[in-house]
């Protein structure tokens, strides 16, 4: 697991890839921007495909809104030129705006009801492709699911699954199950690296991170949280998976959170690092971050927390 040292200082970009804004002037300065002011030495490069409902069983990545095979290959190379490692990252949304994790299908095959049988052909299709790209391009990682958690049950169609991507992509294989999952993912032995979700309340990181490490423990893989973050609103330290509370824009408590989070998880060494939530490939403009209360650090007091946070960890490893 060379790729994976010295320590992923790592956040999200691009998400959800919308067709038409990768490739151009305004990604192209959004990711300069991020690797600039984060100190960041890794990068998910996150987009969607979408299937209409939770019950579907396809998923047509070549339509829009997801990225074209070229915007995808345009990042990658952009990201590789500001001497950023990439972790590529399909994802599978609903357009209906069902959340992922409730994808889910009877666990036997019926007729005339939709199939995982059905589902996985498909998924299994979207995945290789993007796979064969991270191979091509050199992607560091691949990263082969995110937060599907009726999904996860399904332990002998992920173990194929894996073995097929191995055929066509030969770099490490995460899959980002969700918060409070990692002990629920049996199948963590076929990956290279365990990944989550680390949206964990401000109070409460010290008692998921022991539960998370004897899973860890167990496996003997690498970990790091594929996600983490916090919006900045006054609330979100308590609830920081939850984009739609509502509450008043609050840079102080975001940055607490992010100052919280990172001392935490850099005290424990099995921790490798983070991808942060999140980076938007359109980037607000500096003097509007006073006003924006999403997850996106950019201009904000967490700025500054986690360049520091990830300088002083990768400062202190090359010594």
């Given at each position: 697991m060379q790729s994976l040292k010295p320590y992923i200082a790592g956040m999200t970009w691009g998400f959800m890839g919308v067709r038409g804004t990768w490739g151009n002037e305004a990604a192209a300065h959004s990711m300069e921007m991020m690797a600039k002011v984060t100190r960041s030495n890794w990068t998910a490069i996150a987009f969607a495909a979408l299937q209409a409902t939770a019950f579907s069983t396809d998923i047509p990545f070549w339509e829009a809104p997801t990225v074209t095979d070229e915007e995808v290959r345009w990042a990658i190379r952009k990201a590789h030129s500001l001497g950023l490692k990439v972790?590529?990252?399909?994802?599978?949304?609903?357009?209906?705006?069902?959340?992922?994790?409730?994808?889910?299908?009877?666990?036997?095959?019926?007729?005339?009801?939709?199939?995982?049988?059905?589902?996985?052909?498909?998924?299994?299709?979207?995945?290789?492709?993007?796979?064969?790209?991270?191979?091509?391009?050199?992607?560091?990682?691949?990263?082969?699911?995110?937060?599907m958690v009726q999904t996860d049950r399904r332990e002998a169609e992920w173990r194929a699954l894996i073995a097929d991507i191995r055929q066509v992509y030969h770099g490490p294989l995460t899959y980002n199950c969700d918060k409070y999952q990692e002990d629920n993912v049996m199948w963590w032995d076929a990956l290279d690296v365990i990944s989550s979700s680390g949206y964990y309340p401000i109070g409460d990181w010290d008692r998921q991170l022991d539960r998370i490490e004897s899973v860890v423990r167990r496996y003997g893989k690498p970990f790091l949280f594929m996600e983490a973050g916090c919006p900045s609103r006054t609330g979100s330290a308590n609830v920081p998976n939850d984009w739609t509370l509502q509450g008043a824009v609050n840079e102080a408590e975001q940055a607490e959170y992010y100052r919280t989070m990172l001392e935490k998880c850099g005290a424990r060494d099995w921790v490798r690092g983070l991808m942060l939530w999140d980076w938007p490939a359109r980037l607000y403009d500096r003097s509007q971050a006073a006003t924006n209360d999403g997850y996106c650090i950019y201009g904000k007091e967490a700025e500054t927390v986690v360049a520091e946070a990830y300088a002083a960890k990768l400062n202190a490893i090359e010594r």
């Open positions: 972790c590529l990252k399909p994802i599978v949304n609903c357009a209906d705006g069902t959340w992922r994790a409730h994808i889910n299908f009877f666990d036997r095959d019926v007729p005339c009801e939709p199939k995982w049988s059905d589902w996985f052909a498909s998924y299994r299709a979207y995945l290789l492709h993007f796979a064969q790209i991270a191979e091509e391009t050199g992607c560091e990682m691949f990263c082969i699911g995110c937060e």
